[in-house]
Each structure stands twice: as structure tokens, then as C-alpha cells.
């Protein structure tokens, strides 16, 4: 089979590689198509140190093609979602529930050989059954659906409240979006105003760019009062952690997903003056079935999220694209759905 092999940094390589075939417990899933994100182009430009070669790729959807001894949860020919992290079941942190903490978390695409390829293996237990009918273009966005699922279950979101999203990615849009189905209105602030129209059109209430100045007004406008009941903050910039603190009104919630790699300036007489509840919110537990029903309810749209798609072959032309101020998700397709 083909797969895209990194050697080294920036050394990725199409190449024949053996066909796979599934151990007990696990499952063969012939891929569709694999969003890339952010963590992907870190690893590809050396930013992000993994072992070589490596087949990267998280965000993976497809159709499993064959099963293991014991697996029973998947068979062939089911159109899955793959969880492509997954614990060391073990733990204390995993035998109390939590396994998205545990310190031996496996990453797909990142610690073991991932979805940029024409098949991946994979635990059965991780890939997420899903609707026949559920179209390619919606299911793709499972993963980082499920990641924005748990920060707006974190963070208590009720209907009738308002929340401001920090930020306008992937991450971000969906983000309004899933707020949007909860009943809240909501403001979507971002950098400049380049993507402001499209939290527009896909829900937002109001929007706000921070190239004027912090966004408070345009909280207290929405909110009518000191400022908004829930922040969800996506950037992963250490300016929005701090930005979260003043959008909040007091007594407010802030619910963090970014992952900056900085230390962000937070002004914690804030956080006490106002009570407010800062939350961590890291990947995922159990919110795939829920991000699956929201993608096939059509309560969540991404089909304006999805920018490029490229063919296994070019996967650089991918990368490429990624850096491009139009692009916000785009795809590899090793599947025969394959296209620019």
C-alpha cells in the first residue's frame, strides 16, 4: 500500500510500505480522507520532535476493511471516525475516568504510524461507528469536534447565556456552531476581520477582531452587562488566555483549549476580584458519539470549514496550503474521493 513516510523534517516521502493486517483486539480502516492541523505541520517542519520515519495524520476517517480476534464493536465494510488518542488503561488517572490526562497517552500519527496512508491499524476500541449516509466532508471534522464537545460541556453552557469564542479556526467555528445548537448567543472575536463573515454566517450573534483593542465592549453589548457568562478560548495564544480573563463577567467561566506554548501575562486579581472559573479542557473522553450526532443532525455545518483537499500524492502541495491565510481545515485524501 502507499503511505506518506517523514524521514526527517520536511522530508516526506509517498512511498510503498507492507499492507496491514489486524492483531487481536485491533482493526485495519481503509482511509478516506485526514484532516491536517496545526500539530501535523509542527512535526513536518521539525518544530514538534518524533521518532523517524513516521506516518503522520490524527484526524482520520474511513471504512474498516478488516478486524482482529475479539473485536466486536466494529465490523467491515462500517463507515468510523477514528479517536486517535487513546491511554494506558492502567493508571490511577485511567481507573478514575480520566484517561485524556494519562502521562502514557498514545497519540495516533504522532507516537504510533497514523492515517496519511491508504490504511491504518488502530485499537478497535477507538474507531466511532458512524451513519452510511454521513457524508466524508461533515464526518472528517469529527476529531476536532469532539475537542470543542468537552470544552462546552467543561463549561457548563446553558441556554439563553452568552459566550464569547476566542479565536476563529477550525476550533473555533465549530465551537459557535455547538454553542449555537446549546441556545446561547454568542460573540466570536478574532485577530483580524478576514474570517469574521463567516462566524457570520454560520451563527454567530456578533463578532469583534482584537486589532482595535480588547473586544470588552462588544461582550458588554451582547452580554448587557459586565461582560459574557462563558468564554471558550481556541487560539492557543498566551494574549487569549489574558484576553479570556476580560471578556468574562464576573462570576463567568472561562474554559481554555488552546495549548500555548508561552507564558501568557494573566492578571489573576482579576480572576479572584471576579470569582471567576478558569477550566482546563484537554481533547476528549466520551464526546465522539456526540460530535457524530451533531455532524450527521446537520446541527453542525463544516462544509464551509473544509478548504482544500489534496490527493495522497500531493501531500506537500498540502502542507503548503496550510499556511495559506484562505485555508482553515484542509484534507489528504489517500482514498479514491481524491481531488483538489
Known amino acids: 500500500m502507499k503511505a506518506a513516510v517523514l524521514h526527517g523534517p520536511r522530508d516526506l516521502r509517498v512511498e510503498s510500505v507492507a499492507a496491514l493486517a ?5 482493526a485495519v480502516v481503509r482511509v478516506s480522507a485526514v484532516g491536517l492541523c496545526g500539530t501535523d505541520y509542527r512535526i513536518w517542519s521539525g518544530d514538534r520532535p518524533v521518532r523517524y520515519p513516521l506516518v503522520m495524520g490524527h484526524e482520520v476517517i474511513g471504512e474498516v476493511a478488516a478486524v482482529g480476534p475479539g473485536v466486536t464493536a466494529v465490523a467491515p465494510g462500517q463507515k468510523v471516525a477514528v479517536q486517535p488518542n487513546y491511554s ?3 493508571c490511577p488517572l485511567c481507573l478514575e475516568g480520566n484517561w485524556n490526562l494519562c502521562l502514557s497517552r498514545t497519540a495516533v500519527g504522532i507516537d504510533v504510524d497514523g492515517g496519511f496512508a491508504e490504511a491504518v491499524r488502530l485499537p478497535a476500541h477507538v474507531c466511532w461507528p458512524a451513519p452510511a449516509e454521513l457524508a466524508d466532508d461533515q464526518l472528517l471534522l469529527a476529531e476536532p469536534l469532539a475537542v470543542v464537545v468537552r470544552a462546552v460541556l467543561r463549561g457548563e453552557a446553558t441556554a439563553g447565556e452568552t459566550a464569547a469564542v476566542l479565536g476563529v479556526g477550525t476550533l473555533g467555528l ?6 449555537k445548537s446549546r441556545g446561547l448567543r454568542v460573540l466570536a472575536v478574532a485577530r ?3 474570517r469574521l463573515p463567516l ?3 454560520i451563527g454567530a450573534d456578533a463578532t469583534a477582531t482584537t486589532e482595535t483593542g480588547p473586544p470588552v465592549r462588544a461582550a458588554r453589548e451582547l452580554s448587557g452587562r459586565e461582560g459574557v457568562d462563558l468564554v471558550i478560548e481556541t487560539a492557543g495564544t498566551p494574549e487569549a488566555v489574558e484576553q479570556a480573563v476580560e471578556l468574562a463577567r464576573p462570576g463567568g467561566r472561562v474554559v481554555l483549549t488552546g495549548l500555548p506554548h508561552e507564558p501568557s501575562s494573566v492578571h489573576f486579581f482579576w480572576v479572584v476580584r471576579r470569582e471567576l472559573r478558569m477550566i482546563g479542557s484537554m481533547i476528549y473522553q466520551d464526546e465522539f458519539p456526540e460530535a457524530i450526532r451533531l455532524l450527521a443532525s446537520g446541527a453542525v455545518q463544516t462544509g464551509r470549514l473544509l478548504t482544500h483537499r489534496f490527493p ?3 501531500i506537500q502541495e498540502a502542507f503548503a496550503a496550510h499556511r495559506s491565510p484562505d485555508a482553515i481545515k484542509v484534507a489528504v485524501m489517500p482514498g479514491p474521493r481524491q481531488g483538489t
Open 22 to 26: 489486524p492483531e487481536p483486539g485491533e
Open 88 to 90: 494506558c488503561g492502567a
Open 174 to 179: 465549530l465551537a459557535v456552531q455547538v454553542l
Open 192 to 194: 483580524s476581520r478576514r
Open 199 to 201: 462566524a457570520e454566517a
Open 312 to 314: 495522497l500524492e500531493a
